[in-house]
């Protein structure tokens, strides 16, 4: 049987403990709320890159030859030696063409992916009927500009 005396001291070592066990909580809940509401300033920085140039090479006129008056279709290689992948938004003509060949702006779209190898882009080409003797059997240039822009789709 517990004596009186016993009864008495368990009740106040209880309540210690209670009140031990809160004043603890209230604490601890105030230092983790200081710690997860701090806060400070500063600023990043980065460097963006320099976009380079498309990789442009001719082909040759893919469907027979040019004669005056008729059309055929001339080929230019394109690649892509960006780190990040591109689209051929168009391909103009670079000033005037030798024999009278020219070609009206095409707008592909054609996607490169990044660093990519020459993708071989088509479009048609006209020689005037106009083209002088001198042009016969001769290997004729179309000056080019090929525009790209970053990204897919765009």
């Given at each position: 049987m ?5 009864l008495v001291?368990r ?8 009140v031990?066990?809160v004043a ?7 230092v983790a709320?200081?710690?997860?509401t ?11 890159g320099t976009?380079?140039a ?7 006129v ?6 005056p008056g008729?059309s055929g279709?001339?080929v230019?290689?394109v690649?892509?030696?960006n ?13 005037a063409?030798t024999c009278?060949?020219?070609f ?5 779209g054609?996607?490169?992916a990044?660093?990519?190898a020459?993708v071989a882009?088509t479009?048609?080409v006209s020689m005037a ?11 004729i ?6 525009t790209?822009a ?5």
């Amino acid at each position: 049987m517990i004596s009186f005396r016993e009864l008495v001291r368990r009740r106040y070592v209880r309540r210690g403990v209670i009140v031990l066990a809160v004043a603890t909580a209230a604490l601890g809940s105030g230092v983790a709320y200081a710690a997860w509401t701090s806060s400070g300033t500063g600023s990043a920085t980065t460097k963006a890159g320099t976009a380079l140039a498309p990789v442009v090479t001719g082909g040759a006129v893919t469907t027979g030859v040019l004669y005056p008056g008729t059309s055929g279709n001339a080929v230019v290689t394109v690649a892509n030696p960006n780190p990040y992948p591109v689209t051929v938004t168009s391909i103009a003509p670079n000033g005037a063409g030798t024999c009278g060949v020219s070609f009206a702006e095409r707008f592909p779209g054609t996607q490169l992916a990044a660093n990519s190898a020459p993708v071989a882009i088509t479009f048609s080409v006209s020689m005037a009927s106009t083209a002088p003797n001198s042009c016969q059997g001769a290997s004729i240039d179309v000056p080019v500009v090929v525009t790209i822009a970053s990204g897919t789709g765009a």
